[in-house]
């Protein structure tokens, strides 16, 4: 078996029996699109920027602050006034304090946007950011959905391999039985028999890893699809044909364009609100406050209450050049996102053509493959017959064996390449459903 035949997958082990799911490509992609946690989360995406679009529409409301205060003035702060006020000489001053020891104060105040330029933009951009995040979402499930597929188009592939395996298994088995009563017989000699029982291992050997490498593919699937551990799965049996699964072929969406374009257009609104930040903001406030002054020792309490309405105006005159600065950022992105959008449209368009020829190539290389099969099935029965006749030795047989081994694990290549082939063409035009 080829080493990349498969690929690398993690192993995290084989749980306890449980009755076995029949499970076809159909059936594993809808559970994937409720169970898969990588598509759970970009759908959690989609849900937080919502979410954070309401908390920043929420700048637009009034808001109500309260502020209480208490003060205990150990040193009543005092402040120098011209003695004659109070009658003394002129051109001298004296210190009077105002205030008492203790301060007791409360503030009510509301504020109102009235204007601000900043809080559209905000909010323009972040209808587009939600846009962002919904086609990463499609991007995430268009790939998961593909590994899924992938994943189960490699097991249907691997199961097959071992059915070739068990077949070859039980035709040395017969032949090593047959051999075994002629040498006792003593009209072949042992050695021809070891021969036979060496290919015997060798096929051993190779369903055991092939068994490894189900177990596998087996766990991995059931964590994209989020069956549990221990239940068992069985796949809906498919005849190794150029049964295509392009289904819709012609519908081409590149989602990569679509989160390009996203970005283009968020640039674009980052140089609206650039420009929006030259002007002021304004805002209606109100507010109330009371103050509780007390001085025990003169039995002094005496609240004062004090009220204001308003507008606020903010206006930033000079930044030190920071907007024009960031303007030329802007710029500067837009130009190399305009490139990265030509770029990838010719990118997009060259490996979908590519996978469509991939595709044509695969198909003729499973019918070759099929061809080659039959073939080698025919020479190995003809070998095998030549063999009890005596016309041929063990060595044609073992070498009728390989081939005819060889020529069963390109069939499952073949068979895997082509699906590999038309899911890359679906995954290229985002119609893997």
Wanted: proline share 3%.
């Amino acid at each position: 078996m080829r080493k990349g035949f498969l690929g690398v997958l993690l192993v995290l082990g084989v749980g306890s029996n449980a009755s076995a799911q029949v499970l076809d490509l159909e059936t594993c992609l809808k559970m994937a699109d409720t169970a898969n946690l990588s598509i759970v989360n970009s759908r959690l995406d989609v849900a937080i920027n919502k979410s954070q679009i309401s908390a920043y529409l929420s700048a637009r409301l009034p808001k109500i602050s309260v502020a209480g205060d208490y003060k205990y003035n150990a040193i009543i702060p005092g402040q120098l006034l011209p003695a004659e006020m109070f009658g003394g000489a002129p051109g001298t001053y004296q210190t009077v304090k105002f205030g008492v020891p203790y301060v007791l104060s409360t503030s009510l105040q509301l504020q109102q946007i009235l204007f601000n330029p900043q809080i559209n933009y905000g909010i323009s951009a972040l209808k587009i950011q939600q846009e962002v995040v919904e086609i990463q979402q499609k991007i995430t499930e268009r790939d998961s959905k593909t590994q899924v597929a992938n994943t189960f188009f490699n097991l249907q592939a691997i199961n097959k391999q071992i059915s070739f395996v068990d077949s070859n298994l039980a035709n040395i088995e017969r032949l090593i039985g047959n051999m075994e009563a002629m040498e006792k017989q003593q009209m072949v000699v042992k050695t021809e028999v070891d021969k036979l029982r060496i290919n015997r291992l060798s096929s051993v050997n190779s369903k055991q890893t092939l068994q490894a490498n189900k177990e596998q593919l087996e766990m991995m699937l059931k964590i994209l699809i989020g069956i549990p551990e221990d239940q068992k799965i069985t796949l809906a049996t498919d005849d190794l044909v150029e049964k295509s699964i392009l289904i819709d072929g012609n519908t081409i969406n590149y989602p990569e364009m679509e989160l390009v374009g996203a970005q283009i257009r968020l640039n674009e609104e980052e140089k609206k609100g650039t420009n929006m930040a030259y002007l002021p903001s304004l805002s209606f406030v109100a507010g109330y406050n009371y103050t509780y002054n007390m001085k025990p020792e003169d039995k002094v309490r005496q609240g004062i209450p004090s009220a204001f309405l308003g507008l606020r105006l903010d206006w930033t005159l000079f930044d030190g050049l920071e907007k024009h600065h960031k303007q030329k950022v802007t710029k500067i992105t837009h130009e190399k996102l305009e490139n990265q959008s030509e770029l990838l449209a010719q990118q997009l368009h060259m490996q979908t053509e590519n996978a469509k020829r991939q595709i044509e190539i695969q198909v003729n290389a499973l019918g070759i493959a099929q061809e080659q099969l039959k073939l080698s099935q025919s020479v190995y029965k003809q070998t095998e017959l030549q063999y009890n006749e005596g016309t041929v030795d063990s060595n044609d047989l073992v070498k009728a064996s390989t081939d005819l081994q060889q020529s069963q694990t390109n069939l499952v290549l073949a068979y895997v390449q082509l699906r590999q082939a038309e899911l890359e063409y679906l995954k290229n035009i985002g119609n893997v459903k």
